[in-house]
């Protein structure tokens, strides 16, 4: 799935302004990619486009399988960080999109026994904007079926 992260990113207006970290052991999920590279994709695009102009966008992937992106930004209150999950919410935003993005990852993560976490601010910041989600880990390699994150 390191593959399909990459790739991800690399088609985004201000893939420049990522900044990855993944963790260096091999992490096992049985996750299907597709459901992955829409989460990351998702989480990725929102970030670029309410994020602050110019900060670098923090991807991170944890050993216990924890996707987590971050960007700099105001603080988004508590009643509207509440809604954006809800389908064609957009937090005020006067900003292009749908308003579907979070609504959808949100969606992938109930189907595998997760939730979307959205905490502003960051965590240890008194700004900016977090998502995470923990992604499925496999409890054995099965090689050919279970792709490597």
Request: with cysteine.
């Amino acid at each position: 799935m390191r593959d399909v992260a990459v790739g991800a990113f690399a088609r985004l207006p201000g893939a420049r302004r990522i900044v990855a970290r993944i963790s260096p052991s091999p992490l096992v999920s049985d996750l299907d990619p597709d459901a992955f590279a829409i989460v990351l994709r998702n989480l990725v695009e929102n970030a670029l486009r309410h994020g602050s102009p110019g900060d670098p966008i923090e991807v991170a992937l944890e050993a216990d399988g924890t996707l987590r992106v971050a960007s700099e930004g105001p603080v988004v209150p508590a009643d509207t960080l509440g809604r954006l999950t809800m389908r064609f919410e957009r937090g005020g935003s006067k900003d292009t999109g749908t308003g579907l993005g979070l609504a959808i990852v949100a969606a992938i993560a109930e189907r595998i026994s997760s939730c979307l976490v959205l905490q502003s601010p960051r965590p240890g910041k008194v700004t900016g904007f977090e998502a995470s989600i923990r992604l499925p880990l496999a409890q054995r390699v099965d090689e050919g079926r279970i792709p490597t994150i």
